[in-house]
């Protein structure tokens, strides 16, 4: 076996971010993922996305989620496009959504309905705030959710507005939480022969995402996260923890003693810090001392210092300088990916190894629809000799 | 029955990324035993932030350790290592983030352990991969955040580098650690056999950032370009970004800009919709003037209804007492040895409807030698 889930079929109705990002994991781990689209629009972020960048005829988002999936058109108000969904679940190991609360209910593919056909189906299901309470309806997107969570106020500095996270972090780790979810639920059914109903909510994806800081929140009297004036890398870390400028760039210090880093940049005022609570607690007057001191030299000046001495430091890159970083070589790899079509393009790969083996595959994005012909004949052939039968 | 129940992990790493898969594993009904030195442990019960703890160890380590337990072991004594051999054939998983050649060292690399163990997954995580000069540099999050370009997505156009604030880096990486075990165990209940499992933090800030890193390498390689002000995401038009109202904050997500033009009066923005992205900085300045005339609770009362994608921008004490925080039940309990509680998050997913939960707390270094040696030993 190459791939740990060869054997698995998902079938995929989510669109955007969260649902799709997970079934791209299990589909590099191996999973075949068929993901149901509607009619002639398709997963909205084939097109919402509005990046500018769109590569044959579809947002560079939308391919570097989808890739490695096939895609079935179907209209999940037409009742014969139903059934085929329905026989396509039957077959399935894993059937997983992210539509609004009560969706599916309409549809009649909610789990109740689906596990009383298929009793040991894994069946995954992502809301954006939960079944219960009064944001239940809302829309679970990414930097409305990151708002809500107070996540807002973690980055950046203290006189700067809320500051987002330039990711869909939450998308992404509700995304993984499902797959946790439904790898888990997997290995029980291969102890108990039964499945499971498997729900994750952005919401309680982005609170375990700031378990720290919640957390700490929780327990000390409701302090609110503090971000420091200048080189502000994390709320709730002493100094010298941030980002400094140099002469020529800029330089990342993680945790380090103050009074020791003095020493070797040769700062005096620095060398004076000698009690390592007084790192948190006179943390503001620590930076601007450091950041007026090291932006006296170039980065290359400071890492020779500093590298050779353990001190946890590190340029910071852009992504040309990244992946042009050829003692890297190996983990910066990417992968191409070619498209029915021929079209192909170039894509980050799955970040898992396995026995040594990347986990690699050259299927690109689907066109919307391409895998219809082919499924009708295969996956769903009896079905619809049945009905030609009938009819 | 909890999905990972009658599994054995043993956890022999420190501060975040592995214990956080611990964590996750744990939350999932798994027996994790963390594998510590004696006396000090391991390094996370030190690190603390605001300087908060709890007892002989930091919150942040309860905080990473719930329901977990622990075995003190000096690797280099050579009974103590029997006895950790014992464990590993026992063992389900096994998982470390100590730098690359120190497990081996301690002839507990994956081979010696196969050799164990067959059946065994054996999962590792490192700051960079196995490859030369960066092997034995810290896998810290920062730092990874910095070398990765993750730090120019946030924050707007003519400010510095923004780094993340949380532990993204670590965070990611134990998830995908978490994956690649639960997936080679699926594997493993048909073919009988073990695997390597290998992560590393930088490839999972690469992950972790693949849409738009795609977008770079597929558009002549151009770097991502921040909004002037209000920034949220580099790659998406106005109007996604925050703004100021007259009392606080609003996120507005992807919407459609004739009818921001319509709500806000704003008639000058149409002309310019039709090519979003490149007056992106001009009409966001144009809605931020509009939004800052009135409180955030009058635009929510209008876009609400409208089904218009915004949120209030909230800090913790509004997050944490709103109605809609408190109907999810999102914190549980945890209980020191000396009765003291803390409050902490709990597993975001749940089971056939079911949410787990533990009041168990980061145990103290080799509290569960004694019921380990009567048990498994």
């Known amino acids: 076996m190459n791939k740990p889930l060869e054997d698995i079929l998902v079938i995929d109705l989510s669109q955007f971010l969260s649902g799709p990002s997970a079934s791209l994991k299990l589909a590099d781990l191996g999973a075949r993922v068929i993901k149901i689209e509607r009619p002639k629009t398709g997963d909205i972020s084939r097109h919402m996305y509005i990046s500018d960048v769109q590569m044959n005829g579809a947002s560079s988002v939308f391919h570097a989620i989808n890739r490695n999936k096939e895609s079935y058109i179907a209209d999940l108000k037409r009742p014969q496009d139903v059934a085929k969904i329905l026989e396509l679940i039957k077959k399935a190991d894993i059937v997983m959504h992210n539509f609004r609360p009560g969706v599916m209910e309409r549809l009649g593919l909610d789990y109740n309905t689906i596990q009383a056909i298929h009793p040991n189906v894994i069946y995954g ?16 997107q990414d930097l409305l959710l990151q708002a809500l969570t107070g996540m807002c106020y973690l980055s950046g500095n203290a006189d700067m507005a809320p500051v987002a996270m330039g990711i869909s972090l939450v998308d992404i780790a509700t995304g993984g939480h499902l797959v946790q979810g439904l790898l888990a639920s997997l290995i029980r059914r291969g102890v108990t022969g039964k499945g499971a109903l498997v729900q994750v909510s952005m919401l309680e994806s982005a609170c375990d995402l700031q378990f720290e800081s919640i957390t700490c929140y929780l327990n000390d009297g409701h302090q609110l996260p503090e971000r420091t004036l200048q080189n502000n890398a994390n709320a709730y870390l002493g100094a010298p923890y941030g980002i400094y400028k140099t002469k020529d760039g800029y330089l990342a210090i993680a945790m380090t003693a103050v009074n020791k880093l003095g020493e070797l940049i040769n700062c005096q005022k620095l060398i004076n810090y000698t009690d390592p609570a007084g790192w948190f607690t006179y943390r503001e007057q620590i930076k601007a001392i450091l950041g007026a001191h090291l932006s006296t030299e170039s980065t290359h000046h400071w890492l020779a210092i500093l590298e050779p001495a353990d001190i946890w430091c590190a340029q910071v890159q852009s ?7 050829i003692s890297l070589k190996e983990t910066i790899k990417t992968q ?3 498209m029915q079509d021929g079209y192909s393009f170039e894509t980050t790969r799955c970040p898992i190894l396995i026995n040594g083996q990347p986990m690699l595959s050259e299927k690109g994005t689907p066109t919307l ?8 004949d295969t996956l769903l052939a009896d079905l619809i000799k049945e009905k030609s039968v009938n009819h | 029955m909890a999905p990972l129940e009658n599994l054995i992990v043993l956890e022999f790493c420190q501060y ?37 703890f709890a007892g002989n160890n930091s919150v942040l380590f309860h905080t990473i350790n719930r329901n977990k337990l622990s075995y003190s072991a000096n690797l280099k004594d050579p009974s103590d290592l029997i ?5 590993i054939e026992k063992a389900d998983v096994l998982i470390h983030n100590f730098r690359p050649g120190v497990m081996e060292k301690l002839e507990l690399g994956f081979r010696d352990c196969a050799r164990i163990n067959p059946k065994l997954i054996y999962g590792e995580i490192s700051g960079y991969g196995k490859e030369g000069k960066w092997q034995a540099k810290p896998g810290q999050d920062l730092l990874l955040q910095s070398i990765s370009g993750l730090t120019w997505l946030s924050g707007n156009k003519n400010d510095p580098p923004v780094p993340f604030g949380l532990s993204i880096a670590d965070y990611m990486c134990g ?25 590393n933090l930088l490839s999972s800030l690469i992950d972790f950032q693949f849409e738009v890193i795609t977008t770079h390498l597929n558009d002549s390689g151009k770097l991502p370009d921040r909004a002037l002000k209000g920034n949220a995401h580099a790659y998406l038009s106005a109007p996604y970004g925050i703004y100021a109202t007259s009392d606080g904050h609003l996120a507005m997500a992807m919407e459609d800009l004739k009818y921001l033009a319509a709500a806000l009066e704003l008639p000058q923005i149409i002309p310019l919709a039709e090519d979003g992205f490149t007056h992106r900085d001009q009409i966001m300045a144009a809605i931020a003037s509009a939004l800052a005339s009135a409180s955030t609770r009058h ?15 909230q800090n913790y004490d509004q997050f944490t007492s709103h109605p809609g925080y408190l109907a999810m039940n999102l914190e549980q309990s945890i209980t020191l040895a000396d009765g003291q509680q803390l409050k902490t998050t709990r597993c975001p997913i749940r089971i056939d409807g079911h949410i787990f939960r533990s009041s168990k707390p980061g145990p103290e270094v080799g509290a569960d030698n004694r019921q380990l040696e009567q048990t498994l030993l």
């Not at chain 1, 299901?125 to 679970?140: A, C, D, F, L, Q």
């Not at chain 2, 006895?83 to 464990?87: D, F, V």
Request: net charge neutral.
């Open chain 2, 175 to 199: 998830t995908h650690l978490v994956q690649g075990i639960l997936a080679a165990l699926i594997a493993r209940s048909k073919t009988g056999k073990g695997a390597l499992i290998e992560v």
């Open chain 1, 319 to 325: 992504w040309r300088e990244l992946l042009a970083d």
């Open chain 2, 83 to 87: 006895k950790i051999k014992k464990l």
């Open chain 1, 336 to 338: 191409r990916v070619v």
């Open chain 1, 369 to 376: 629809g391409q895998d219809n012909e082919h499924i009708d």
């Open chain 2, 299 to 313: 635009w929510l009362s209008i876009f609400e209804p409208a089904d218009i994608w915004c949120a209030e921008v």
């Open chain 1, 125 to 140: 299901e992502i809301s954006g705030y939960g079944t219960e309470g009064p944001w239940k309806n809302k829309p679970g």
């Open chain 2, 16 to 52: 975040m990324s592995g214990p956080s898969a611990g964590m996750r594993m744990a939350d999932l009904g798994a027996t994790v035993i963390k594998i510590e030195r004696p006396g000090t442990g391991e390094g996370g019960r030190q690190l603390a932030i605001r300087n908060l």
